[in-house]
């Protein structure tokens, strides 16, 4: 991936825990590695296909001065997501915040933190069988496009499925939406469940109704067994319910653990239950 560098940026802001950091503010200074590709713009000459840096600067001051916060670390996140947001051309971002006047009893040239920033690509299942099963899934795609942080790139159709685990309960609607997000896994995990708490959801029976089931099921090509979020969905492979919405908006997706796209994993689970 290209890089652009913008170096030692100065601003004047007023972000600190003391109250005279508050009151008097201070110099801070920015760097910004992005992840960007350059080389239509390199060949084109046109502005539109690349990052106009004197624009980004002049956004970067005003979003640093529009709000104080009592940590570095929240001003530099903040400055982090405004980037990725505000250029949808950024694949990815580093942003580096120095804070030269530390307020500290020791000589030191200057603190500085940095925090990076991602675009992830990630597939979310969606599942009720309680109520208005299609208005839940409605709704809840409705919240998870209007986070600000998360874009649905595209969503499936939605499938009337048996249910599986737990039989002894209706029938089920099942979709699957594509997403572009800058979260982190369990940031997306911690929206989603915010979600199903907000539409209802209610964990008494292991695989029993629900009005909303949200799972991650594929990021990036993340392998993970982080308690909260296993990714990929360890029995994606085994659940048509997934497997074939799944495969209506991304056939050629590949399993980053069985190695095999999610058209073939839908042909043999299908062959399996012949």
């Known amino acids: 991936m290209d890089k652009m560098y913008i170096r030692e940026l100065e ?19 920015l760097s ?14 046109d502005l539109t296909k690349t990052v106009h840096y004197g624009e980004l600067c002049e956004k970067i001051e005003d979003e640093f001065k529009r709000k104080n916060y009592e940590l570095i670390e929240t001003a530099t996140l903040n400055l982090a997501d405004f980037i990725l947001n505000e250029y949808k051309i950024i694949e990815g971002v580093k ?11 020791k000589h030191l040239d200057t603190v500085e933190i940095m925090i990076e920033r991602r675009r992830h690509k990630a597939y979310i299942s969606l599942g009720s069988n309680i109520g208005n099963k299609e208005q839940y899934l409605e709704d809840a795609i409705n919240k998870i496009s209007a986070e600000k942080n998360i874009e649905i790139i595209r969503k499936s159709s939605f499938i009337k499925t048996k249910p599986w685990g737990y039989l002894e309960q209706e029938d089920f609607l099942n ?28 964990r008494t029976i292991k695989w029993g109704p629900r009005t909303i ?18 990714l990929p969905h360890p029995r994606m492979h ?32 299908e062959k399996r239950g012949n």
């Open 238 to 269: 085994e659940r048509e319910f997934v497997l074939k919405p799944l495969s209506e908006i991304a056939p050629y997706l590949m399993h980053p653990v069985l190695n095999k796209r999610v058209f073939t994993l839908l042909e043999e689970l």
């Open 11 to 29: 601003l004047f802001g007023f972000h600190g825990v003391f109250e005279e950091e508050k009151r008097l503010g201070q110099k801070f200074i």
């Open 175 to 202: 979709g699957v939406v594509e997403i572009e997000t800058i979260l982190e896994a369990e940031e997306l995990m911690d929206v989603l469940l915010g979600i199903e708490t907000d539409l209802d959801r209610k």
């Open 95 to 105: 942003v580096f915040l120095k804070k030269p006047w530390a307020p500290i009893k």
């Open 32 to 45: 910004f590695e992005l992840d960007i590709d350059l080389k239509l713009a390199g060949k084109t000459g």
């Open 213 to 230: 089931d949200l799972d991650i099921i594929i990021y990036d090509s993340v392998v993970s067994s982080n308690e909260k979020v296993i």
